[in-house]
C-alpha cells in the first residue's frame, strides 16, 4: 500500500509564500514523477508542476518564475515553494506520483488527499 501525504496549505495574504510538501510513504520499489495540481472551486482540476526522477521539471504558464517544484528521493517527498501569491492561486493543491510498489512490476499513479491554500487579497 502506498500513501501519498501533503503538509504546508493555509491562509496567506497576496504577496506571501507557502511552502508545500508531499510525503510518500508505504512499500516502495521507486518513484517516477511527481506532480502538483490545483483546483479552485468551479474550476478543472489544472497541473501546476511537475518533476522527474532526474530533476528535470516544467510548471504552467500562470506561475512561472513564482513557483518551484522539488524533490528529496531519499525521503520520497516533494515539495511546492510558492512566492509572491496571487488570490487566483487559491485552491486546493494535491499532489500524485508514479510509484511502482515493491510487491509489483508495474507503475501506479497514486494521489494525495490534496491540502488547502487561500490566498487573501
Known amino acids: 500500500q502506498v500513501q501519498l501525504v501533503e503538509s504546508g496549505g493555509g491562509l496567506v495574504q497576496a504577496g506571501g509564500s507557502l511552502r508545500l510538501s508531499c510525503l510518500a510513504s508505504?512499500?516502495?520499489?521507486?518513484?517516477?514523477?511527481m506532480r502538483w495540481y490545483r483546483q479552485a472551486p468551479n474550476n478543472q482540476r489544472e497541473l501546476v508542476a511537475a518533476?522527474?526522477?532526474?530533476?528535470?521539471?516544467n510548471y504552467a504558464d500562470s506561475v512561472k518564475g513564482r513557483f518551484t517544484i522539488s524533490r528529496d528521493n531519499a525521503k520520497n517527498t516533494v515539495y511546492l515553494q510558492m512566492n509572491s501569491l496571487k488570490p487566483e492561486d487559491t485552491g486546493v493543491y494535491s499532489c500524485?506520483?508514479?510509484?511502482?510498489?515493491?510487491?509489483?512490476?508495474?507503475?501506479?499513479?497514486?494521489w494525495g488527499q490534496g491540502t488547502q491554500v487561500t490566498v487573501s487579497s
Open positions: 500524485n506520483a508514479d510509484v511502482r510498489p515493491r510487491t509489483n512490476f508495474r507503475t501506479y499513479t497514486y
Open positions: 518533476i522527474t526522477s532526474a530533476g528535470n521539471t
Open positions: 508505504g512499500s516502495i520499489f521507486s518513484i517516477n514523477a
